[in-house]
């Protein structure tokens, strides 16, 4: 039996990226969360709470690591960020290793990550595909959450590896203007990676 086919997903904000996950998770195909994850490991008694407590004892709130509180002091401390993914990403990748351990009969996964290629989690993946929309669709998607202004929008874009960039390294791209054309596209990428792996 060869192992299953792993297929990083990622994509800016406002890009789709949620929604063709479970474009992928409505044809069958298991998929792991990266930010689900994450939620997991900060959540009460959650892998990363004790480690986290460790550096930032300020950031726990009744046993759990408070987001709010840690965004706070990322944005006050350059180097905590970086403390913070010394803890963080060894516990993702162990979570990914047990999800893709967890379904050997699989041919295909799908693997959602949002800094895919930031964190260089890419190389474990097989190929890449990146969702993307132009630019003023992205902003009205965005800007249309509840409590997101213009100024939070361009930060959280400045933070991320430009749409071009990333749309250069993937091996797949998928436009996401439309669902209908957004599932027509997830579907025919499926059929065409399984049609690859059975040759």
């Not at 892998?47 to 965004?71: H, N, Q, T, W, Y």
């Amino acid at each position: 039996m060869t192992r299953p086919f792993l297929l990083g997903l990622t994509g800016s904000i406002g890009m789709g990226k949620s929604t063709t996950a479970a474009m992928f998770a409505a044809e069958g195909v298991p998929v792991w969360d990266a930010d689900a994850c994450v939620h997991d490991l900060y959540a009460k008694d959650g892998a990363a709470v004790a480690p986290i407590a460790a550096v930032f004892p300020e950031a726990i709130r009744d046993g759990a690591v408070s987001r709010d509180v840690l965004k706070t002091r990322l944005a006050q401390d350059k180097q905590a960020l970086n403390r913070l993914e010394s803890i963080v990403h060894p516990l993702t990748t162990q979570s990914r290793k047990a999800f893709v351990a967890a379904h050997p009969n699989a041919d295909l996964i799908l693997l959602d990550i949002p800094l895919l290629f930031e964190t260089g989690a890419d190389q474990a993946c097989d190929a890449t595909l990146v969702v993307t929309a132009p630019p003023e669709i992205q902003r009205a998607r965005v800007l249309d959450r509840p409590g997101i202004t213009d100024a939070q929008l361009d930060l959280i874009l400045s933070r991320q590896m430009p749409d071009a960039q990333k749309r250069a390294r993937a091996t797949y791209v998928i436009e996401t203007q439309s669902l209908e054309q957004t599932h027509a596209d997830v579907r025919h990428l499926i059929a065409q990676i399984r049609e690859t792996r059975d040759a």
